[in-house]
């Protein structure tokens, strides 16, 4: 059974860090891992993606530079390093795990990803 749990999420001011982990257990040959973040009243938005051979990331244009995805695979953990944030960054923060191969034109559609953990809230307010 395949399972995704997110932790470190939590109140920051403005301009605060935060780091993210997700564990996964049961997956065997992962390929690409993903964040997502969904806020109230919205689409749930595409973040971060980490491909398991060569450790290429990709990030949405608005966030680049201020996080950084990262894994550990003897661990079968992905990270997400949020700096400098913003009262916009405020969402439910969730990992996916893609078993198909890396795709270009599908990592940053919820749809590439087969499995899903629950999320983790994070609040930037002062």
């Known amino acids: 059974q395949v399972q995704l749990v997110e932790s470190g999420g939590g109140l920051v001011q403005p301009g605060g860090s935060l780091r993210l982990s997700c564990t996964a257990s049961?997956?065997?040959?992962?390929?690409?891992m993903g964040w997502f973040r969904q806020a109230p009243g919205k689409e749930r938005e595409f973040v971060a993606a980490i491909t398991r051979a060569g450790g290429f990331t990709y990030y949405a244009g608005s966030l680049r530079g201020r996080f950084t995805i990262s894994r550990d695979n003897d661990r079968n953990m992905v990270f997400l390093q949020m700096n400098n944030l913003k009262s916009e960054d405020t969402a439910v923060y969730s990992c996916a795990a893609a078993l198909a191969p890396f795709d270009s034109s599908t990592y940053s559609s919820p749809r590439h990803y087969d499995f899903w953990g629950q999320g983790t809230q994070v609040t930037v307010s002062s």
């Open positions: 049961g997956l065997t040959g992962s390929a690409t």
